[in-house]
């Protein structure tokens, strides 16, 4: 060790260098996310191993791994059944055999009768009697004594073997005291250990340490980890905040004439939510710094009135506003809606796909650029490179998790006068609030938890394919009835081929079967055209029955329709079924949803139609959700570009969470360089994700 990081240490200032990491290894390290002492102290076990106590051969029991101090009888290279190193050993009470198929020659030169030997692994009953294969072994004298503290097992890497990064840690921990970010105060009244002393404990958990709670991450050693990291990422946020504060936006001020015009002309009133999330964005329009808010709402609550409201808006002021939409079936839906409530108005609406004529797009674009249309929608087409909005003051994205980073930025540099426009993203996908607080921290939420009045309760059905003769009964019925029906074809996740060939087989098998019914067929394959004008026959009832792929899944919105199948259901994700189902229910029709399950179910399969059956409450169903699947996979999530957290877990976590959100707020003003230490040590390099 070199004598000034000697000194350092010994004076108690951390030292910062890496401890004998050249340029090979310190790759490897890279390749596990180490890029420096404090990645390196951070790089925690991921288990124990117990090796502070011997077994006796004859205490073990099958299947529970130990360790055990033996001798070593005799060694040979046997060749039945195959080539292999056995060794046969002993301790006071038994015996054993070892057995490795693979070694090298200096194992076996390690293996010499007498020599004594610490072994780790299960012994079973095999070919030899009691043996264990492969046991991870260690040459030691008679008397060495055992360790006092659990082994770490860390994560590692190809090349680079787990005792030499034991090694590396240790030899850092040895000279590095790890500098505690938060003030002793707060430490104390939280009830938080330090921070050197949580990693020093993880590292090498004292011999009273209660395994379990080393295990399932609750030790105190834990929580103050997980704290701290929870704390680095609302801190970081926040950041990203303050930052979106500083930067310039049209102030939208508006007389309020047309979107009260808007309002007076609509059949229904707004629901209290509506309002209250439409004051809020009004609010923020006003602002002279950029809106960016998330509008929530389960699918049906209504926030495509909100959106146009905004836009509406946006024109009074003056200014353009623009919306985006994934699909161009959705994207049509909102312009239609628009085309019929903003031209009486007086407001122009422009439409721009990417499937249009070039002449009509070319139309489209100069109505745009010469200001004459205030409003556009459209797909990502609305982003493409020639399309200019002059005066862009608000842009607003549907099912904003559909898009990526990029794109959702993309509309953001479309500001005028080097302002950014406000930006209003909606979603139908709940995100339980555990989620919200991390992911989403940076934004602000309007909420509609509200459903328009005059809805009747969707009724689930879960029903096995033996009945579907039953199925296509009721369809009947219910369309001779005057009602519409969606059947949503299976979803083959390997192949979109398959996926096609499956619609167009169900769509012949239920037009045949119901010959007295118009039936659709809408599938992501066909052409703009085709897909619109079947849509447009659906909508004016002119097709009773439309058989689709998940093409439908957001946004399509037919009061009339009030029956929904979806076969093979169990291949669904909650989210998709929950949109699915919510494509009906959306006017006064009592209506039905009937999931078709294929037997055998899958556990998770079960799970899942147990929580959809169960729940129609949306927040319901993502809290489940991300119980099933952990919030790593959760849409959008990692698209919001937010660091994934690696120890702290949101749902078991949640509490810690809430307290790091009040902290990060006092430090950030308080103690800003505790708050630049925390960023540094958890998020060095990486928070330039935060940005977008
Ligand atoms: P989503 O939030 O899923 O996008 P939509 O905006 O498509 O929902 O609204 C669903 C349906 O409810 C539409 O037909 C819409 O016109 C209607 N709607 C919206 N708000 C109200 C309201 N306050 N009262 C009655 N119907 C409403
Ligand atoms: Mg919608």
């Given at each position: 060790m070199p004598a000034s990081v000697e000194r350092a240490a010994a004076a108690g200032a951390p030292a910062r260098g890496w401890v004998g990491v050249g340029p090979q290894l310190a790759g490897r390290l890279a390749k596990l996310d180490i890029r420096g002492p404090d990645d390196l102290l951070l790089h925690l076990p991921l288990r124990y191993e117990d090796e502070t106590r011997l077994t006796r051969i004859r205490d073990a029991r099958p299947g529970v791994a130990g360790q055990f101090q033996v001798q070593v009888l005799s060694t040979e290279i046997s060749?039945?059944?195959?080539?292999q190193l056995v060794a046969r050993v002993e301790d006071a009470s038994g015996g054993l055999v070892l057995r490795f198929l693979n070694f090298y020659p200096s194992l076996q030169k390690q293996l010499v009768p007498g020599a004594w030997l610490r072994i780790f692994g299960e012994v079973r009953d095999g070919f030899f009697g009691a043996e264990m294969i492969h046991p991870r072994l260690r040459v030691v004298s008679e008397d060495e004594p055992l360790p006092d503290s659990l082994t770490p097992i860390y994560p590692t890497t190809a090349g680079l073997a787990q005792s030499a990064l034991r090694k590396l840690i240790d030899r850092q921990l040895r000279v590095d005291r790890v500098a505690e970010p938060l003030p002793p105060m707060l430490l104390e009244r939280l009830g938080l250990m330090g921070f050197d002393a949580a990693l020093r404990t993880l590292h090498h958990p004292p011999p009273d340490a209660d395994p379990a709670a080393l295990e399932d991450r609750s030790h105190p050693a834990w929580q103050r980890i997980k704290f701290d990291e929870v704390l680095a990422q609302q801190i970081s946020l926040r950041r990203a905040y303050a930052a979106r504060r500083q930067r310039n936006a049209p102030?939208?001020?508006?007389?309020g004439a047309l979107t009260g015009a808007l309002l007076d002309s609509l059949p229904f009133t707004l629901t209290g939510a509506q309002q209250r999330a439409w004051g809020e964005i009004a609010t923020d329009l006003a602002s002279p710094h950029p809106m960016q808010r998330l509008l929530q709402g389960d699918?049906?609550?209504?926030k495509t009135i909100v959106a146009a409201l905004a836009m509406l808006h946006a024109a009074e002021a003056g200014f353009q506003a623009a919306l985006m939409a994934p699909t161009e079936i959705l994207a049509e839906q909102h312009y239609l809606k628009l085309a019929e409530w903003l031209p009486p108005l007086g407001i122009q609406v422009a439409w721009l796909s990417g499937s249009q004529k070039k002449r009509e797009r070319t139309a489209m674009q100069a109505l745009l650029a010469s200001g004459e249309a205030m409003l556009a929608v459209g797909t990502h087409a609305l982003i493409?490179?020639?399309?200019?909005?002059?005066?862009?003051?608000l842009a607003v994205v549907d099912?904003?998790?559909?898009?990526?980073v990029r794109q959702r930025l993309s509309l953001r540099e479309k500001g005028f006068d080097g302002a950014s426009p406000h930006m209003l993203m909606m979603s139908a996908t709940p995100i339980p609030r555990t989620l919200a607080m991390s992911y989403y921290a940076d934004l602000d939420v309007s909420v509609l938890d509200e459903l328009p009045p005059g809805r009747t309760p969707i009724v689930t059905k879960l029903v096995s394919d033996a009945r579907r003769e039953e199925v296509i009964a009721r369809v009947r019925d219910a369309c001779v009835a005057g009602r519409q029906a969606y059947w949503v074809c299976p979803l083959i996740e390997e192949s979109e081929a398959l996926q096609l060939q499956t619609a167009t087989e169900t769509f012949e098998v239920l037009a045949a079967a119901l010959p007295a019914l118009r039936v659709g067929l809408l599938h992501g394959r066909m052409k703009p055209a085709e897909k619109a004008a079947t849509m447009a026959a659906f909508v004016a009832g002119e097709l009773q029955l439309l058989v689709a792929?998940?093409?439908?899944?957001?946004?399509?919105?037919?009061?009339?329709?009030s029956m929904m199948v979806i076969e093979h259901?169990?291949?669904?994700g909650l989210a998709q079924l929950h949109q699915l189902r919510g494509?009906?229910?959306?006017?006064?029709a009592e209506s039905v949803c009937i999931l078709i399950y294929a037997q055998p179910l899958s556990q998770t399969g079960r799970q899942r139609l147990k929580v959809i059956f169960e729940h129609t409450d949306g927040f319901e169903i993502a809290r489940e959700d991300l119980h099933l699947r952990?919030?790593?996979?959760?849409?959008g999530a990692r698209q919001s570009g937010v660091p994934l957290l690696r120890f702290a877990d949101l749902e078991a976590d949640a509490a810690l969470v809430e307290t790091a959100r009040k902290v990060a707020e006092r430090l950030q003003t308080e103690a800003p360089q505790r708050a630049d230490m925390l960023l540094s040590r958890w998020f060095a390099g990486r928070e330039g994700l935060l940005r977008a």
């Open positions: 060749a039945r059944p195959r080539r102030q939208l001020v508006a007389t699918v049906g609550s209504g493409e490179d020639p399309v200019a909005f002059p005066r862009l003051g099912e904003q998790h559909r898009f990526g792929t998940t093409v439908i899944e957001v946004g399509v919105d037919v009061p009339n329709a259901a169990e291949r669904f494509r009906v229910g959306r006017g006064s952990g919030p790593g996979e959760f849409v």
